[in-house]
């Protein structure tokens, strides 16, 4: 399976604490995407970050990719309740094809 | 953005019937969309890519002949799941892409239940 993984599976904060997700993946890719998806519904896209980018910010979140490990994280800064949904990450490998991560479900009590 | 739709958003059969189900790029042409399953608490499975105008490949494991592809024109791609059973059941989502581009588009799902 080319399927990455994700860690934690699950992930519990306070409102205002910061959310750090882990995700890595098994084959060399050309791009890596998070995505949200609130419970049972579509994906929304959050980030895209290149094979030659190690960081990037998008308003409070911060991406960082480490091509030579394999892996990314995305952190959200001063979480709110809203940004209760599971996140995925996404790999490309150049063919335009997207294996997603197991994904991390994160819950931020108000 | 680029908008993708699917239609139906809900379905609900009987085991053995055929379903289908259209993924439609509303302001975009795309040569390339993509299948994928989600099971409940689970990640999205990639099940295969469907190029207009050519036979779609599919995803090591998923039974070509049990989820038919068609992507007949550059706004639709379709994907029927023939002599549905209840472990069919899932939450089905395309993707596509643009001609003149290579960034993703996600439709809103559908959900697919087997009775």
């Known amino acids: 399976s080319q399927q990455g993984e994700e860690d934690p599976q699950a992930l519990s904060i306070q409102e205002g604490e910061n959310a750090t997700m882990n995700c890595s993946y098994k084959?060399?890719?050309?791009?890596l995407q998070w995505y949200r998806q609130n419970s049972g519904r579509g994906l929304v896209h959050l980030i895209l970050?290149?094979?030659?980018?190690r960081e990037k910010h998008s308003g409070r979140l911060r991406v960082t990719l480490d091509t030579s490990k394999k892996s990314s994280s995305l952190l959200i800064t001063a979480s709110r309740a809203a940004d209760t949904a599971s996140y995925f990450c996404a790999t490309d490998a150049g063919g335009n094809q997207f294996y997603f991560g197991t994904g991390t479900s994160l819950t931020v009590i108000p | 953005g680029a908008v993708v739709s699917q239609h139906p958003s809900r379905v609900i059969c009987k085991s053995g019937t055929s379903v289908k189900i259209e993924c439609r790029s509303l302001d975009f042409q795309a040569t390339t969309m993509f299948w994928y399953r989600q099971f409940p608490k689970q990640s999205l499975m990639l099940m295969a890519t469907s190029n207009e105008g050519s036979k779609a490949t599919y995803e090591q494991g998923v039974e070509k002949d049990k989820f038919l592809i068609n992507h007949a024109s550059l706004t639709l791609s379709t994907l029927t799941v023939t002599s549905a059973h209840p472990e069919d059941s899932s939450f089905y989502i395309c993707s596509a892409i643009q001609t003149f581009g290579n960034e993703q588009f996600f439709g809103p799902g559908t959900r697919l239940t087997v009775l």
């Open positions: 084959t060399s890719i050309n791009n």
């Open positions: 970050i290149r094979s030659n980018e």
